[in-house]
């Protein structure tokens, strides 16, 4: 798997936009670039996921940088219950695809 | 569909017993996945099937850990004996496909203790 590196952790004021980068420079042109989330207790949970262009769902906000060396994550109003552990993962498109989860970030959302 | 279904969601065993995790996938996805997770070391993969074959278990610690997916909608995790360093939360998944292109839904886990 493409190696990614996140921060180990970051603080985000509730109702404000919270922006979690992931670098992943090793990233081959076929990658996807995956976010899920841990919330505490709970199994990850799947979040978004692009390959280069900008995607958006219901929950999140990707963007990823024209290079594909590096994404963010954007929640745009953080709340409470986005506290949680999130992942920024690369499957490895030429063997299987499997998940290989790193050590994250813990993004605590502050009242 | 109800998601993946893990169980139990508690277990506590004395060392030494046979402990079997049980799971069941979301009804026509063609991968499963077993992790484990630890404060030391994080998520693990295990390992991983598909179409109830397995595909890789270099991530299984040693032999008193076997996995089992008789069929597609069942597969079962298995420690014996079980040992105090076994402790952890594992998890199940399963994805139609793989992640290239498709996320992976979790269980809710099952929290073993051995003691």
């Known amino acids: 798997d493409a190696k990614t590196t996140q921060p180990p952790s970051m603080d985000c004021a509730e109702g404000r936009a919270a922006n979690l980068p992931c670098n992943h420079s090793?990233?081959?042109?076929?990658?996807?670039v995956y976010w899920y989330r841990q919330i505490h207790s709970q199994g990850p949970q799947y979040i978004i996921h692009?390959?280069?262009n900008n995607e958006t769902n219901e929950m999140a906000s990707l963007i990823i940088t024209e290079d594909r060396k590096s994404s963010t994550l954007i929640l745009p109003h953080a709340t409470l219950r986005d506290t949680a552990v999130y992942y920024c993962?690369?499957?490895?498109?030429?063997?299987?695809?499997?998940?290989?989860f790193g050590q994250g970030t813990t993004l605590q959302v502050k009242p | 569909d109800a998601g993946v279904i893990q169980s139990p969601r508690h277990e506590v065993t004395e060392m030494g017993q046979e402990v079997t995790l049980r799971c069941k996938p979301i009804?026509?996805?063609?991968?499963l996945f077993w992790y484990r997770q630890t404060m030391m070391r994080g998520l693990e993969l295990l390992i991983y099937?598909?179409?109830?074959?397995?595909?890789?278990d270099s991530g299984m610690p040693e032999d008193r850990f076997s996995a089992k997916m008789p069929n597609a909608s069942f597969s079962t995790l298995k420690i014996q004996p079980s040992e105090p360093r076994d402790s952890a939360v594992y998890f199940c998944?399963?994805?139609?496909?793989?992640?290239?292109?498709?996320?992976?839904?979790f269980g809710q886990g099952t929290r073993l203790t051995v003691v």
């Open positions: 692009g390959l280069k």
């Open positions: 099937f598909n179409n109830n074959v397995p595909i890789d």
């Open positions: 009804s026509g996805h063609d991968y």
């Open positions: 993962i690369v499957p490895y498109s030429g063997n299987t695809g499997k998940l290989i």
């Open positions: 090793t990233i081959s042109g076929n990658e996807y």
């Open positions: 998944a399963s994805s139609f496909q793989l992640a290239q292109n498709t996320e992976a839904f």
